[in-house]
């Protein structure tokens, strides 16, 4: 008799012991499980709306030289390069601007070469949009480690100096500059005329692979609330589309795209 309630009583505890670790393990997931789910939700309640986007990207390729000396037959470059100017256009997908879709502070920041041309010394800059396709090379607003822009809601604006419009009517411009591809080159055959565009990759012996190059960087947006945006756009200027290359001369291409601000505070 001694014996047998002994035995209940082990089972008993036994029992005992594995309702609690049970017990333990059942809600512990259930507290991990709605963790998970506020932070899902949390995170979907910020980005159920699209605020901003990118749904269009413009590049212009081209190229030139400086110091150009003709003596005789010969011709030679002394800095053979190539830009790329590129309009990244910011849509804020309303009609109305109200302080959700406007902008306040606009940085971009993490600029990363995923891919360097073995030709020439790469660089990127803001470029004013009224020289967008123009033999014009911004030096003086190099982006390297970050750039800020202004935000202006006039309806004119100096745009020499990083600046967007709070609305978003003016697109982001850089210019991709790739200098030294060819220096102090000579050019002997000068039987047909030269033209200071692409067609100088071709007399110089460039081959576009050589160019080609890919990056990425961070836009960073602040719009009126205070809520913050980010999106990684990367890109590729480009040297030919299928049909055309800089062989050719300059280079328009225009590529539709669907980059989307994810809210991150």
Excluded: H, W
Excluded at 51 to 61: A, C, G, L, R
Excluded at 150 to 168: A, G, R, V
């Amino acid at each position: 008799m001694k014996k047998n309630r002994i035995v209940f009583i082990s089972i008993f505890v036994m029992a005992v012991i594995i309702f609690v670790v049970l017990s333990v393990y059942v809600l512990g997931m259930f507290f991990n499980k709605s963790n998970c789910e506020e932070e899902y939700l949390d995170f979907a309640s910020k980005n159920e709306n699209t605020i901003f986007s990118i749904n269009k990207i413009v590049f212009f390729s081209n190229c030139n030289a400086k110091n150009k000396n003709a003596v005789a037959s010969n011709f030679t470059l002394e800095n053979l390069y190539q830009f790329t100017d590129i309009a990244i256009f910011l849509n804020n997908n309303n009609d109305e601007n109200n302080f959700e879709n406007t902008l306040k502070n606009v940085r971009l920041e993490n600029l990363q070469f995923v891919e360097k041309p073995s030709l020439g010394t790469p660089k990127l800059a803001y470029k004013n949009i009224n020289s967008f396709a123009e033999n014009i090379l911004p030096e003086e607003n190099i982006f390297d480690k970050e750039l800020n822009f202004s935000i202006s809601s006039n309806d004119t604006e100096d745009l020499s100096t990083p600046t967007l419009y709070n609305n978003c009517a003016n697109p982001i411009v850089l210019s991709y500059i790739n200098e030294n591809i060819k220096t102090d080159y000579t050019i002997t055959d000068t039987s047909s005329p030269i033209t200071y565009d692409g067609s100088l990759l071709k007399k110089c012996g460039v081959l576009l692979t050589s160019l080609n190059c890919k990056f990425s960087f961070d836009i960073i947006i602040t719009n009126n609330l205070d809520q913050e945006f980010k999106c990684t756009v990367f890109l590729e200027p480009p040297v030919e589309n299928g049909e055309k290359s800089l062989y050719d001369g300059a280079l328009t291409i225009t590529k539709n795209c669907n980059y989307t601000f994810i809210r991150y505070k």
